[in-house]
């Protein structure tokens, strides 16, 4: 597959997206399926910090954790392997004490709702912020802790999340994890329907359903804190594909985004210049860093803001209008700006933060330039979700994919 896109005709045309997080990656697998596609990866960003639990609406304990999921999301979620994307939605394990719906997960996690009726043991081990007694009394009746050993070197007890996870990427240290589990069920009062582990299952795949095989019984982790496995589990699943679907890579950190004639031309940290028939950005919102917080007070001056200007903008220079509730932002009437306090939860209801970003249309074409698009927490009005990230990048991907084609001369059919 990858030999036959490398080899397109140039007048297909090029596709070019700018960030390698979930939206960035749901936009490349969908460009990438009729165009020739290129990344520009400016390093990690916020879908690294993922947990493990997906959804497409923000959740709260009454939402609704089953949704719909666009055809193309689905083949995307696909092309990333290694997630579970249950019809009914799925119950999972947080290290906070809670069981969750969730419309999907991590393949590593372990979904409650699979399990037979009984009880689920959360293992005892030495590892840092895991309490398996009180995990298992926050959880309800149905858990119950069981002793296990799971540390092997003395060095495990201290060992962050992910370099724990990643000593099961070997063969050899699952098996034995698997024994040391088999032992503890063997001297356990009874049957368990599966067992819950602290984050612990991987970092290269996720290890969970060969560690129940050997275990012979359901295993998996609870949903960790941000920073850990599953977000460097991401970001393997995503190089995996990104290379399945023959899209070319690009190190280097975007800076201008700017028309050129009849091209879109990406001018990166280097100065080099990145030409193609269309752009999507899914440079992440405030927290991924695609968005600033630049209110008049930040400009440089002696003694007051030499202007007034929006308290937000964008990290890159790029002919994207910043806004919300599609109004673009206006400067505010003061030269001191607007009090942090009126655009941040929870001082402000619907906060400002929680809404701004791009004006696009419903497939994330700008409304400024054409052949431009955004995706993911760029978009304003967004829900700020790994699913929704991860469907407005391939609506996105789709519909660049097709106006660079048209672009080129060719055609593709509308997805």
């Keep these: 597959m990858s030999g036959a896109r490398a080899d397109r005709a140039p007048g297909v045309g090029h596709v070019i997206v700018v960030g390698a997080g979930v939206a960035g990656t749901g936009a490349a697998i969908a460009a990438g399926a009729g165009v020739r596609t290129t990344v520009i990866d400016g390093g990690t960003g916020a879908s690294t910090l993922s947990t493990g639990a997906i959804d497409l609406v923000p959740w709260t304990e009454t939402s609704e954790a089953v949704a719909s999921m666009p055809r193309g999301a689905r083949l995307a979620l696909d092309a990333l ?81 992910a370099d724990f996870a990643a000593r099961h990427d070997d063969e050899d240290r699952l098996g034995w994890l698997a024994e040391r589990l088999r032992e503890a069920l063997a001297r356990s009062d009874g049957a368990f329907s599966g067992l819950v582990l602290p984050p612990a299952l991987g970092v290269d795949r996720a290890r969970a359903d060969a560690l129940s095989r050997r275990a012979g019984v359901p295993c998996g982790e609870a949903v960790g804190m ?12 995503r190089d995996r594909a990104l290379a399945s679907a023959g899209v070319s890579r690009v190190r280097a950190r975007a800076r201008t985004v700017e028309q050129a004639g009849a091209k879109w031309r990406v001018l990166t940290d280097g100065g080099d210049a990145h030409e193609c028939d269309s752009v999507v950005l899914a440079i992440g919102g405030l927290l991924g860093g695609g968005i600033v917080y630049e209110p008049s007070e930040a400009i440089a001056s002696s003694v007051l803001p030499p202007r007034a200007r929006a308290p937000l903008g964008l990290a890159i220079d790029a002919p994207l209008s910043i806004g919300s509730r599609g109004h673009a932002l206006e400067p505010p009437g003061s030269l001191f700006g607007i009090p942090p306090e009126s655009l941040a939860s929870p001082f402000a209801l619907d ?39 991860l469907c407005s990048g391939v609506r996105a991907g789709a519909a660049a994919a097709r106006e660079a084609a048209q672009r080129a001369g060719s055609a593709l059919p509308i997805a």
């Design 81 to 161: 392997g290694g997630y579970s994307l249950p019809d009914r939605g799925a119950l999972v394990l947080t290290t906070a004490g809670v069981v969750r719906p969730a419309r999907g997960h991590d393949a590593a996690l372990l979904d409650v709702a699979k399990l037979a009726s009984g009880r689920v043991g959360v293992v005892r081990c030495g590892r840092p912020g895991w309490d398996a007694d009180a995990l298992a009394r926050a959880w309800g009746s149905r858990y119950e802790s069981v002793d296990a050993t799971v540390i092997r070197l003395g060095d495990e007890r201290v060992l962050p999340d």
């Design 226 to 237: 941000p920073g850990g496995p599953s977000g460097l589990r991401f970001e393997r699943a």
């Design 351 to 389: 906060a400002l933060l929680d809404r701004a970003g791009a004006l696009v249309d419903e497939n994330g074409s700008a409304t400024t330039a054409h052949g431009l698009f955004a995706a993911g927490e760029l978009v304003a009005d967004a829900a700020r979700t790994w699913l929704g990230a």
